[in-house]
């Protein structure tokens, strides 16, 4: 996926309502996701499992975990940006980030899901997200609704 950055500078352009910021969100996080020096099996010692494991945990004690619904993807195919996330929410766009380390950006992710969440359609312009979260994105999608 290719992040397009220069032209689009907020949802309005897109000819989409501005609605209330987000009120519930899915974190899907990439359940294969290991680097190359990683063995496939087994499962719990893949980055992505770990991962996975921290961030849930994490959430479960903020008060965004009746905001957040943490959920494991089997393989989000970006292979060779492990560890990979995905943001998503109905009606707002959707967010796609590879190269998370479990032992040092959960609490990154953690900050880009408030600003996520507080954000109208869930526009993150790049300087607005965590800087660990500004250079590991792959792509960005629009919503589907609203967007004409």
């Known amino acids: 996926m290719i992040e397009t950055e220069s032209v689009i500078s907020s949802p309005s352009e897109y000819n989409m309502s501005i609605k209330d910021t987000i009120s519930n969100c899915t974190l899907y996080v990439c359940l294969s996701c290991r680097t190359t020096d990683t063995p496939r099996e087994p499962r719990e010692k893949r980055q992505g499992y770990i991962l996975y494991q921290k961030l849930r ?74 800087k660990s979260l500004q250079s590991s994105i792959l792509g960005r999608v629009p919503p589907m609704k609203g967007n004409k």
């Not at 994490?58 to 195919?77: E, F, G, M, Q, W």
């Open 57 to 130: 945990e994490t959430i479960a004690k903020s008060p965004l975990y009746h905001k957040v619904d943490v959920k494991p993807a089997k393989c989000l195919s970006i292979c060779p940006r492990p560890c990979g996330i995905a943001l998503a929410s109905s009606e707002s766009w959707t967010y796609l980030f590879g190269d998370q380390k479990p032992n040092e950006t959960v609490n990154d992710i953690i900050e880009c899901l408030s600003i996520y969440l507080e954000t109208p359609n869930g526009f993150m312009a790049r300087e607005k997200r965590p």
